[in-house]
């Protein structure tokens, strides 16, 4: 039977399994989502997380490198993975009878791979030629700077690929305690969406886990959650006691936020001027969340958003303009970006913005605005859900933060927000006291 909901079981090894049973897809998407992001590296190793992802392709003793891909492209898919902040995920998109290879691939991966030096030293400097062409890309050192000023010492003022000075500083030891602390069975979500049954597929994962070893101190017996169940669906209250399982080291992170402006000009990388605003703001799983990304969909989506409307139609200062409210495990940024014609002032656009966000303090939003906003936000998430590897995304990821359930208590949050929750969001978060900002100077 289909489901748009997952059903969820904790195997004794501390792994969870979520699937997704939609009976009329002729494809299966499974991702693996570690808490293994730039979050958990070292201090001074920077570039950890995602030079770990690159190693994870370079094979075990059964299946030496190139293999996956071989294997993928043979049974007609495609495979892939990512790092960002928060997390290191591998997704495969196959037919659906083959369901069962990703997991196969993925049991071997997290407890075998292999780091030798040779590797490591090839991997490595593949890392420092995308941190070279990251250096020449002037968008992108303009938000690395905004996010270094935003942060004092959290692991997110860092980019997910690294420092370049961290990045030739690390050594295969680093990688395989990285490795060794974060693939772990218990620090991972494995998502499994498409024409499957739960059944068949947690006796798979369960026959699989068996590789893993000795379990850790106090498991038990996997727990299964009839979770398509409708009425097992838990409240705001008993979402919010669940949010501390995903969070296990950034806690110890005590970062305030900035009580005065903090301003850093990047001068003669780009014939274009560029201005980008930060603020700090909550974790994804906060209540003020939804509020806050209707707040950047009302300024920045579509040609009738208030920045697009003032910067670029009346003002004629802008080219483009964004706002976006990364969701996050730890308390992140709310980005406020235009990009200029050539001669504006990117102080003058700053002005510009902080006089237009002070603006909807006073004034407040309309309904139409609100509406709108929200319409367009709606929108986003069902896109997202519509194939099987975007499902399996936003539920591995809000089950990450302690349970699939937030993502929708999130959705339920949006649809409350109303045009005062607009207002005090954008006056509390949103203070040009706070403000963090960075310049492209030509």
């Known amino acids: 039977m289909s489901s748009t909901r997952p059903r969820k079981a904790v195997l004794a ?4 399994l979520l699937t997704v049973t939609r009976e009329d897809s002729p494809i299966v998407a499974a991702l693996l989502m570690y808490r293994a992001g730039s979050l958990y590296e070292p201090v001074g190793k920077t570039g950890l997380a995602h030079l770990t992802e690159h190693m994870m392709f370079r094979g075990t003793p059964t299946r030496p490198q190139g293999w996956i891909d071989r294997l993928t492209g043979h049974l007609g898919g495609t495979n892939n993975a990512m790092t960002t902040c928060d997390h290191a995920l591998y997704y495969f998109v196959l037919p659906s009878e083959h369901w069962a290879a990703p997991l196969e691939i993925e049991a071997d991966r997290m407890f075998h791979c292999e780091f030798g030096p ?3 030293e090839t991997e490595r400097r593949v890392a420092v030629e995308e941190r070279m062409m990251l250096d020449d890309d002037p968008e992108t050192l303009v938000y690395e700077a905004v996010d270094a000023l935003a942060f004092d010492s959290h692991p997110y003022r860092y980019p997910v690929v690294g420092l ?3 990045i030739k500083g690390l050594t295969p030891g680093d990688l395989q305690g990285f490795y060794a602390d974060r693939y772990r069975p218990e620090k991972a979500v494995l998502a499994v969406v498409g024409n499957v049954e739960h059944e068949r597929v947690l006796a798979e994962v369960e026959k699989l886990s068996s590789v893993a070893g000795p379990l850790p101190a106090g498991a038990s017996a996997r727990v299964e959650d009839d979770s398509a169940d409708p009425d097992a669906a838990s409240s705001d209250a008993g979402a919010s006691a669940r949010v501390a399982r995903g969070n296990d080291i950034s ?3 005590e970062d305030p936020p900035p009580t005065e402006p903090r301003r850093s000009v990047l001068r003669g990388l780009s014939p274009s001027p560029q201005a980008v605003l930060a603020f700090r703001t909550p974790a994804a799983a906060h209540e003020d969340t939804p509020a806050l990304e209707l707040l950047a969909a009302l300024l920045s989506s579509g040609r ?3 920045m697009y409307t003032r910067l670029v139609d009346d003002l004629g200062m802008a080219t483009e303009v964004s706002t ?3 969701p996050q495990v730890d308390p992140g940024l709310f980005y406020l970006s235009a990009s200029l014609h050539s001669g504006v002032s990117p102080e003058e656009c700053e002005d510009e913005i902080l006089s237009l966000v002070s603006g909807l303090v006073e004034s407040g939003v309309t309904e139409d605005e609100l509406s709108r906003a929200l ?3 709606r929108v986003d998430l069902m896109l997202g859900r519509e194939t099987c590897l975007g499902q399996a995304g936003s539920a591995a990821f809000w ?4 349970d699939w359930r937030l993502g929708e208590e999130h959705e339920t949050r949006l649809a409350r927000v109303t045009a005062a929750d607009i207002r005090r969001v954008a006056s509390t978060y949103l203070d040009p006291a706070g403000r963090s900002s960075a310049w492209l100077v030509p």
């Open 118 to 120: 040779e590797a490591f």
């Open 399 to 402: 089950e990450s933060l302690g």
């Open 13 to 16: 090894n501390g792994l969870v």
């Open 324 to 326: 976006s409210k990364i």
């Open 375 to 377: 319409n367009l936000t």
């Open 304 to 306: 009738s958003a208030r």
């Open 164 to 166: 370049m000075r961290d």
């Open 251 to 253: 806690a110890r992170f």
